[in-house]
Nanobody
Framework: QVQLVESGGGLVQAGDSLRLSCAASGVTFSSYAMGWFRQAPGKEREFVAAISKGGSITYYADSVKGRFTISRDNAKNTVYLQMNSLKPDDTAAYYC?????????????????WGQGTQVTVSS
């Protein structure tokens, strides 16, 4: 019943931008903090960004601060990740996460639902 569907990934060159979207269904979207994680082959999943239920609080991994921006549109049941100045190290599968508790918990990997991922590949 609950579904998170990511989109917007693709193949780009270093320095380019992408905007990822995560559309949620089957939940009261405004009751969930949201986040983005990524995982490269052979690597552990890592936190990228999180946003509070109302959008007032955001968290970012140090590796993406100043380059990525997380936002949400509760009327559209969608969370976004604007990725600028992309680097080859950003190459990974990106996953959307939803947590009823808080954005702080989502940041720590404590989430109730996960999407299936969208691939981002950045070439040099």
């Amino acid at each position: 019943q609950v579904q998170l569907v990511e989109s917007g990934g693709g193949l780009v060159q270093a320095g380019d931008s992408l905007r990822l979207s995560c559309a949620a269904s089957g939940v009261t979207f405004s009751s969930y903090a949201m986040g983005w994680f990524r995982q490269a082959p052979g690597k552990e999943r890592e936190f990228v960004a999180a946003i509070s239920k109302g959008g007032s609080i955001t968290y970012y991994a140090d590796s993406v601060k100043g380059r990525f921006t997380i936002s949400r549109d509760n009327a559209k049941n969608t969370v976004y990740l604007q990725m600028n100045s992309l680097k080859p190290d950003d190459t990974a599968a990106y996953y959307c996460a939803a947590g009823r508790s808080s954005s702080s918990n989502v940041r720590s990997g404590i989430s109730d639902y996960w999407g299936q991922g969208t691939q981002v590949t950045v070439s040099s």
